[in-house]
């Protein structure tokens, strides 16, 4: 079909807004048309963050000569002509929004060369306008280079991150459209580097491979739900491997990527009681259904759909996901703290009036001599002075004790460090492999050694010396991804104090002996800041005497 | 089932097989004790399917029989009653005991719905005296890591080859090997990873009775049979590949210091005390003496705010001054299991692994990660 321009009642109904919020909502766009456009190689390029430049080349369709300056007028798209095609969306876009968002923020470049085209053509915008345009040979496909995202609002290129965070997201978006179309070859360049390869050859487990390493790629579990309506397809995670962060659950819904609550809640229900709270599975599935059955047209993004029956999506998600885990070997569950009761009324919550946020040099804070008394379901220290009874989170209030060793440690340059025996190796996603080459140096001073050992493939060879248990590798990649956002280099050395504290604090669930209770007691006493811990939640709560002979009925 | 049997077998017996009850359980007969005649003998068994310990008393059998009982109860009467005979007799699943002036009865579920124990037949099939096992087991279970999160490494290799058999356990940090040999050769070179809590209990109920123990394979290599006189145990084997850890073990060394065991030990403790509130770091300091004269070891420990240790001992220095620095409780627990007299301990770099090995024998070698310190 050629590019033809919608009629005004079809724009009326899509949802309209903000396209290009970033680079990466570029690099979404141009690999969308891509993919629309047939291709089975697309290599994307970024420099400076995406700002300097950002560019798509592919093998495609192209675009007809014809067509080609149309393709950058407003609702212009070769992908539908009418209202009623807006219920049965089948490709990536529909909007004919793109080139032209694009080329209000940028400038841009295209080569094409379409099916059956005689020559390929050359086209250059600046605001919007054809600056030049010229015959240029091709094989078929399409580039399209952006030059100087936002040169002309300042303001907008205040408002993006730093360029680490602007490429982490980037190599996220490619990462996941390489996982949502397996037999599409996906090159990404940032800055001249390689990021991402992947082989193209229609295997999910290979870019899984290529994205998430080798060592979780043999470990997923493939879901073949192709029978089901809707049908469900790709890989998860067994309950033995799991991440400390939501960013491994990708969905697409007829292969398009998406981040939608029903989804995310079906997965992460799937594995409810199969892996420890605060952990998430690895996920990338996709969901196949009618299009008369979702409206992609919620979000100007269009990164959202709508499932007009999303009870039945989430049911068939979570069944498909709960019975492959079921039908897998049994894990090893590592035992999962009891729920802590709901605290009654009686009880004030010592944290409660001031939750204060962490602070670098806090105000100290008295905390009273403490007795202790035993322990409560493994996870509780109970205690008591004159004033009462104390009950005291013994994780919570481990991790505030370590959390101000590290960072007084740190600001003393003097980190404990202990060498590993054998390194171990870790695998980063690409988003990670960002974090790490340009805030490496950060966790240099927390006591990790790091070495490259060949594409996003690292061995660890030294950690801080409290750490020394759990998994190491996924500690150093819960880290990366918990400095991946911008922030203050102060905030940020705090995130990777807590990291590490919660890491190696004891945890709910480990008895401890009266010693160890003792000493953990001794030393939250000497904290800075003993009633709270790094994340602001109270590490101990109080039961008054008078409390307790109120009742007790023994006073009024 | 009717048979009697003395107090003190009964007790000795449900001692040894209580270790394989299983504490926390979904599966609630795995907390109680199989009883079973079996010929003119009593078998007491329990598992908690990841080892099961079977043991087997004397006993005058009238009738035979078996049934599982809670096994705490029964351990618990069982320890309060005198030394003297006690007569057993089950009525459907209840279990009657009587013995002196007590009597008891105890409901019990059916035998036949106890986990089976894994009968270990086929595969490699040797013999051990008792002692190398015992040493060899303690000089290595306790490097084993003691969580979970890489599985083969919470177990102890025991590599079989002819009549030698290497122990060796890591966690990470550190490596400790043990070489001795076994009293039958084995037929084919073999290597099993025993879970290290399974060894340590192992070790525990070896008595004076047992001068040597069977150890059998099966085929599959999933499960492994020790046989004392009187007391079986099964274990799962940890499936996986054990690091290669030959490769860890440094070749050369630069310094090499031999010291005293007994003095070494004390000083570390003497640091740890100050080592106590960080990761427990001591610093150790050698120094070769002039010209053919004993060198020293300084052995070091600060704490913020509360002070410093520094120790000193003799030491014989072979090589070039040298600092380095470890978790205090690493290079206690190695000294803690080595009977020799002197310790030598190798060191390239400062932040390279350190070797502690006995002086006399050289069927043991300890490698310790150091900790990187500014000195
Ligand atoms: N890489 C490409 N290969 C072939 N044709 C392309 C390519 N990129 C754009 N086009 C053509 O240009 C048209 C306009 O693209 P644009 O991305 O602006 O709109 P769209 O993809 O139709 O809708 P949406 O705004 O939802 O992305 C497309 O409909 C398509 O015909
Ligand atoms: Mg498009």
Redesign the pocket.
């Known amino acids: 079909?050629?590019?033809r321009l919608l009629t005004p009642d079809v724009v009326s109904k899509i949802a309209a807004g903000e396209?290009v919020e970033r680079p990466a909502s570029i690099v979404k766009?141009?690999m969308?048309?891509?993919l629309?456009?047939g291709?089975t190689q697309v290599t994307i390029e970024s420099q400076g963050g995406g700002i300097n430049l950002i560019r798509?080349a592919?093998n495609?369709?192209?675009?007809p000569a014809s067509?080609l300056e149309?393709?950058?007028r407003r609702h212009?798209?070769?992908?539908?002509s009418n209202s009623a095609d807006l219920e049965k969306i089948s490709?990536?876009?529909?909007?004919?929004?793109?080139?032209?968002?694009?080329a209000a923020v940028a400038d841009i470049e295209v080569i094409?060369q379409?099916t059956g085209g005689i020559t390929g053509s050359y086209l250059q915008l600046r605001n919007s306008t054809v600056v030049k345009r010229e015959r240029r040979s091709r094989p078929r496909?399409?580039t399209?280079t952006v030059h100087q995202l936002f040169r002309h609002f300042p303001a907008r290129l205040k408002f993006l991150k730093s360029l680490t965070t602007e490429n982490s997201h980037v190599a996220n978006l490619v990462s996941q459209y390489a996982l949502s179309y397996p037999e599409v070859k996906f090159k990404l360049y940032i800055d001249g580097r390689q990021a991402i390869n992947t082989p193209g050859n229609g295997k999910l487990r290979d870019v899984v491979a290529e994205v998430y390493g080798l060592e979780t790629a043999q470990q997923m579990l493939a879901v073949d739900g192709a029978r089901e309506i809707p049908s469900i397809t790709g890989l998860v995670s067994p309950a033995s491997l799991c991440r400390s962060s939501r960013g491994y659950l990708s969905f697409f819904v007829n292969r398009r990527w998406v981040r939608n609550s029903t989804l995310f809640r079906a997965a992460e229900d799937a594995y409810q009681r199969l892996i420890m709270t605060g952990k998430h599975p690895i996920v990338v599935l996709d969901v196949s259904l009618p299009p008369q059955e979702i409206d992609i047209n919620v979000h100007p993004t269009?990164t959202d759909v709508k499932f007009r029956s999303s009870q039945i999506v989430y049911a068939t998600v979570a069944k498909s996901i709960r019975n492959r885990l079921v039908s897998a070997p049994l894990p090893r569950v590592e035992p999962i703290a009891p729920q802590a009761p709901p605290p009654a009324m009686l009880w004030t919550r010592q944290g409660d009036e001031a939750p204060q946020p962490p602070t670098f040099r806090p105000e100290p804070i008295n905390m009273p001599i403490l007795r202790v008394v035993g322990q409560l379901a493994s996870s509780y220290i109970l205690a008591e002075d004159p004033t009462g009874l104390f009950l005291i989170d013994q994780h919570a209030a481990h991790e505030r004790i370590l959390f101000e060793k590290i960072l007084a440690q740190r600001s003393q340059q003097n980190v404990e460090i202990q060498g590993l025996l054998e390194p171990i190796n870790i695998d980063l996603s690409p988003k990670q492999d960002e974090v790490l080459k340009t805030r490496g140096e950060l966790l240099n001073g927390f006591g990790f050694n790091i070495e490259p050992f060949g594409g996003r493939t690292y061995l660890l060879r030294a950690v801080p010396a409290m750490m020394k248990s759990g998994d190491l590798a996924e500690a150093v990649r819960t880290l990366l991804d918990s400095i991946a956002i911008d922030e203050e280099p102060l905030r940020r050395e705090e995130k990777i104090a807590q990291s590490l504290a919660c890491h190696s604090a004891v945890k709910a669930g480990d008895s401890l002996t009266g010693e160890e209770m003792r000493e953990l007691i001794r030393q939250l006493e000497q904290a800075a800041q003993p009633k709270t811990c790094p994340h602001g939640r109270p590490t101990m709560i109080h039961l008054s005497a008078q409390q307790l002979e109120k009742e007790f009925g023994r006073i009024r | 089932m009717k048979l009697s049997c003395l107090q003190e077998n009964l007790k000795n017996a449900l001692s040894i097989v209580s270790r394989a009850v299983a504490t926390r359980s979904t599966l609630p007969i795995t907390q109680n004790v199989l009883i079973a005649t079996d010929g003119s003998r009593l078998k007491l068994a329990a598992t908690n399917l990841e080892i099961a310990i079977s043991c087997w008393i004397g006993a005058k059998v009238e009738k035979e029989g078996a049934i599982t009982v809670p096994a705490r109860l029964l351990t618990d009467y069982t320890s309060l009653l005198p030394n003297e005979k006690i007569d057993i007799n089950l009525t459907k699943n209840t279990l009657h005991l009587k013995c002196a002036r007590s009597e008891t009865s105890i409901n019990g579920l059916d035998a036949a719905d106890f986990p089976p124990i894994p009968e270990v037949t086929d595969g490699i099939n040797t013999k051990i005296e008792r002692e190398a096992l015992r040493d060899g087991i303690n000089q290595v279970s306790f490097a084993a890591a003691t969580e979970e999160s890489r599985p083969v490494l919470t177990g102890v290799q025991l590599e079989f080859d002819g009549d030698k058999l290497i122990l060796a356990a890591a966690d990470g940090f550190r490596l400790a090997v043990h070489y001795t040999s076994v009293l039958t050769p084995v037929s084919a070179k073999t290597a099993i990873i025993v879970p290290a809590k399974a060894l340590v209990e192992l070790s525990r109920f070896l008595s004076d009775q047992d001068e040597s123990v069977e150890i059998i394979v099966n085929q599959q290599k999933s499960q492994a049979l020790f046989r004392l006189k009187n007391v079986e145990m099964v274990s799962q084997l940890i499936q996986g590949v054990f690091p290669n850890y030959s490769q860890l073990i440094p070749q050369k060394y630069a310094t090499r210091a031999v010291v005293d065991l007994t003095q070494f030990l004390q000083a570390i403790k003497m640091a740890s005390i100050f080592a106590r509130d960080g990761s427990g770091i001591v610093r150790m300091e050698m120094t070769p003496g002039p010209e053919m004269t004993a060198g020293k070891m300084n052995i070091s420990a600060r704490a913020e705010e509360i002070g410093e240790n520094i120790g000193e001992v003799d030491a014989l220095i072979d090589g070039e001054p040298a600092k380095i620095a470890f978790n205090a409780k690493y290079v206690s627990d190695v000294l803690g299991v080595i009977k020799q007299k002197q310790v030598a301990l190798e060191t390239t770099t400062s932040s390279s692994p350190g070797v502690i090995r006995p002086i006399g024998v050289s069927n043991y070698v300890h490698v310790v990660m150091p900790m990187f310190v500014q000195w």
């Not at chain 1, 495609?60 to 675009?63: D, E, K, L, R, T």
């Not at chain 1, 212009?76 to 539908?80: F, R």
């Open positions: 079909m050629s590019i396209v766009e141009l969308e048309n891509s629309d456009a291709a798509v592919d495609g369709s192209g675009i067509d149309l393709a950058f212009a798209t070769s992908k539908i490709t990536l876009g529909f909007r004919g929004e793109a080139l032209p968002s694009i094409t379409s496909g399409t399209i269009k």
